[in-house]
């Protein structure tokens, strides 16, 4: 069955079959595909959605951390737009679920186990592979680091403005 799962208002999931479905990609009002992979095709009217490719095997070798900041800013630059994203890979399992989990991530400041949940349960039959998992507990480590030395400019920046 062609399907785009719901992972946000403005997130959806699938397999390469049913990101071709321009019916599908038509009918979701999808302006932005991400394609994780280096040779799954684009749906066929390239023109009329922009698209991002993250070239990777789902291979537990594969550095697919390095694609995480892009693609999750892609699909938040997208929403803030109005528009909406879809993601994918051949089967829709490991891939784009990863690149998924890290959007939330990122943009929703969810925990690994949250995001993975809340993809999940959008798209039962996710799996990332062990390398990509443990990519994206390296991710949650480096948005955790992230986050209080943003928090420490805060209060360097209050420190001053008292001064």
């Avoid at 932005?32 to 993250?54: E, G, H, M, T």
Wanted: glycine share 2%; with cysteine; hydrophobic share 30%.
């Amino acid at each position: 069955m062609l399907q785009l799962c719901q992972v946000t208002r403005s997130l959806f999931i699938s397999n390469c079959r049913s990101a071709c479905s321009e019916e599908l990609l038509q009918r979701e009002n999808i302006t932005l595909v991400i394609n994780v992979s280096k040779k799954q095709p684009f749906p066929p009217d390239v023109q009329r959605w922009q698209k991002l490719r993250i070239p990777v095997y789902d291979d537990p070798n594969e550095d697919l951390l390095s694609y995480f900041d892009r693609s999750a800013d892609s699909i938040q630059q997208e929403a803030l737009r109005g528009g909406r994203s879809l993601v994918y890979c051949k089967n829709g399992r490991s891939r784009s679920a990863t690149v998924c989990i890290a959007y939330l991530m990122k943009h929703r400041e969810m925990k690994l186990i949250e995001a993975k949940l809340k993809v999940k349960t959008a798209r039962y039959e996710i799996d990332p592979n062990p390398g990509f998992l443990s990519q994206l507990q390296r991710y949650e480590q480096v948005l955790k680091k992230r986050r209080v030395q943003k928090e420490r400019q805060k209060d360097r920046q209050v420190e001053r403005q008292t001064d």
